[in-house]
């Protein structure tokens, strides 16, 4: 099983970038996805969760309404969609495939949000 995010890199305030995480290696569609990220010298911590199907997502507080998370079964694909961004999200962001007891990770794509 393997999960492949893409799409990270250095952004100015106020921009945009579109992560994807390639799912390849185990039945996608079962497993809830979710975008996970880790500043330097802090916690990882949940950004935003879908469900299998896509019909309900979860966000963090701190990037609720500038964030969105979709998925695409037929791709084995997610993808968060991030606007607005600020330099507080900068950190490392990482892709979680979560079925019952089991999980999987990517090995994450940085994002700086710098001028």
């Known amino acids: 099983a393997q999960l492949v995010e893409s799409g990270g890199g250095l952004v100015q305030p106020g921009g945009s970038l579109r992560l994807s995480c390639a799912a390849s290696?185990?039945?996608?569609?079962?497993?809830?996805m979710s975008w996970l990220r880790q500043a330097p010298g802090k916690e990882r911590e949940l950004v935003a969760s879908i469900t299998r199907a896509g019909d309900s997502r979860n966000y963090a507080g701190s990037v609720k309404g500038r964030f969105t998370i979709s998925r695409d079964n037929a791709k084995n694909t997610v993808y968060l969609q991030m606007d607005s961004l600020k330099p507080e999200d900068t950190a490392v962001y990482y892709c979680n495939a979560q079925w019952g007891v089991l999980a999987y990770w990517g090995q994450g794509t940085q994002v700086t949000v710098s001028s």
């Open positions: 290696g185990f039945t996608f569609s079962l497993y809830a």
